[in-house]
């Protein structure tokens, strides 16, 4: 079975009614999934979304080590909330270059993170950082670059 035929038996044993479409996107495969119980699907934040999508990776990497992860959205959900994460990320970083004082970010998933940190790395006023990696909480921080001349 590929990573569509899974996933559809997992959402049929859980009593889901989907359609799912394969996608290829950038950074490898999505599959994206159609439902009018949708919400459930994502569930509070994403978190049941997350979750199908971790089971249905490892169901892959148990059967071939080298399969290449697979990612799941419903009904494009995924990519609303990342638009809305990079223009939040946006006003934050106007609000630092105004004021010129640091703001700490809500803690996120290394997902979240990469978005943050790939919407600010070409701009040339505000920069973005994680704590090291031995932080337990990973938040971020977003600032104003420091100047070349001093």
């Known amino acids: 079975m590929d990573a569509k035929e899974i996933l559809d038996t997992m959402l049929g044993h859980l009593g889901f009614v989907a359609e799912i479409q394969e996608i290829e996107i950038e950074n490898g495969r999505q599959l994206q999934i159609f439902s009018a119980e949708g919400d459930l699907l994502i569930g509070h934040e994403g978190e049941t979304l997350e979750d199908l999508q971790f089971l249905l990776n490892r169901i892959l990497q148990a059967r071939d080590r080298n399969a290449p992860r697979v990612q799941v959205d419903v009904s494009h959900w995924r990519a609303m909330r990342d638009d809305s994460l990079r223009h939040r990320v946006r006003q934050i970083a106007d609000t630092v270059r105004m004021s010129g004082r640091p703001v700490k970010l809500d803690p996120m998933n290394s997902y979240d993170r ?37």
Do not use: C, N, W, Y
């Open 114 to 150: 990469r978005i943050v940190h790939t919407e600010l790395k070409d701009d040339p006023d505000v920069m973005s950082f994680s704590p090291s990696d031995d932080a337990r909480i990973k938040r971020i921080t977003i600032q104003r670059r420091k100047s070349h001349g001093s």
